[in-house]
């Protein structure tokens, strides 16, 4: 294999398929590499940890078609550190040559037969627009769960809803739903629990344009332009969400998204090992307040609008302002019941996303 | 497990070449296979390796290792100062902090968090594969096997499967049934447990340990 390609091109092509790349080799040595195939002057990248594989194809002026496993964080931080310009990249025996100007490397290759095989998904293709989908993971991925202890809820439930298609997540303390009406991806019934690393990675490579979706038994494979992004699926069954979601709010506040996320990030500075900051809900407005033990208080009054029983209620603050950033528009709707019920983050705009956070107990 | 202890020169032959001038080290031959020689040094890290599957052949003064692909590995011995052996048995795995053990005393406390009647016999109950977590009766007397996890998966069931096999040796005990007790119960190890006919079980660490959470949850 020998190919040449501007460092740049290279450099992004590698941050992404390497973003797949197991941290750790594991049981498969192999998957510490990235997989790199030229036919021609198409030149495919691949990243696998086995559960998310990443394939990102490049133009390159090809000069001798092959296959070959190179160690991928070593090879991307060589690419990354050479001086811009055009990048050689030459497979000789058991070594991959990458060089660029006056810089020469030699990196050892890993075994290519030992690089998983990809099946085709033979499901039918929808297509869905990128931008609308990038915002619904950008709204939704963030309330998944990162413990491994609990596997489902470390996935996104992609679900068919109505005409359209319904994103939830979950880590136990908050719950975040975004419709994405129209969008008609999957049959009647039909839901698959969609890891959220994978998602979040696709968020990353989404931009305008359309993503194609394939869904197999196992596994999901999305398509957006020359990024090929396969992930197993979970398997299990989602928490019946629904029930969890009040159906009357008697209490509603009203505030400017920004303010509100403004005062946030200065109150929570003393919010401290887990501190919650206690809102204060009253007719004129609200008072955010963070006391840490030993430490300090903040205090910040805000205005905002508010119908229904004086209160305090308190949240963590990281969750609530993941909540608050997540909705669209300049103004939040905050919905409660009391001060011990989960209360809903809505954008007064647009009803199609929903966030639920389970308060804190305060004394 | 075989330990020996060796003065060896060590050439290795495959994807490159690799010579070991003769020294006294440690060649470590586990029950999975494998073999690894070791310096006095370099913490876990052996000098040389070759993973399983690879076959020995073990002729006077020389060892011949040879992978799949071909690699060999050839130890010639000049002295052999130790050579024991060892079962160890099936490995437990690694304990990453103490949430295990204390969920099962805190079980063992009070066995009613598994089912109502139960009543504890013993804690490590001993059998000749080593021993069970929990033992317990049911309502009806019946003998249940409940082996603890901080994170359920396929290895554990297979251990609690291999206790109820040797406990329903016991004429007093069997039959005995199992149930497996974890944090969480991974997917696939549960389709294993229920096949087995072992119930799974999900474990509220702050409820058993009788923590009230500042921070609540949706469910």
Redesign the interface.
Known sequence: MKFRCERDVLVEALGTATRAVASRGGALPVLSGVKAELIGNRLVLSGSDLDLTIQVGVEVAGQADGVAVLPARLTADIVRALEPGAVHIEVEG?EGRISSGRSQFAVRLLPADDFPRLAESAADEVTLDAAALAEALRQVVRAASHD?????LTGVLMAAEGDGLRLVA?D????AVRDLPGASVLREGQAVLVPSKALGELGRVLTTGTVTLRLGERDATFVVGDTRLTTRL???EF?NYRQ?IPSTHPNRLTVGREPLLDALRRVKLLARE?T?VRITLKGEGIELTAITQDVGQAHEDLDAKYEGTEMVIAF?PEYLADGVEAVEGDEVTLETVDA?K?AVVRSVESQDYLY?L?????S | MRLVIATCSVDYQG??SAHLPMATRLLLLKADGSISIHADDRAYKPLNWMNPPCRIVEEPGRWVVTSPKGETLTITIDEVHTDVSHHLGVDPGLQKDGVEAHLQELLAADVTYLADGMVLVRREYPTDIGPVDLLCRDGEGAAVAVEIK??GEIAGVEQLVRYIERLDLDGRLRPVRGIFAA??V???ARVLAESRGIACIELDYDLLRKV????????
């Open positions: 058991e491994d202890a609990r596997p489902i979950t136990s303390y908050r719950l979970i398997e299990g928490p969890l887990a919650p963590n011990l989960p639920l389970m308060p804190v107990r305060v | 994807r490159l901080r994170v944090q969480s991974k997917p696939q009230e959470r500042a921070e609540m949850r949706l469910f």
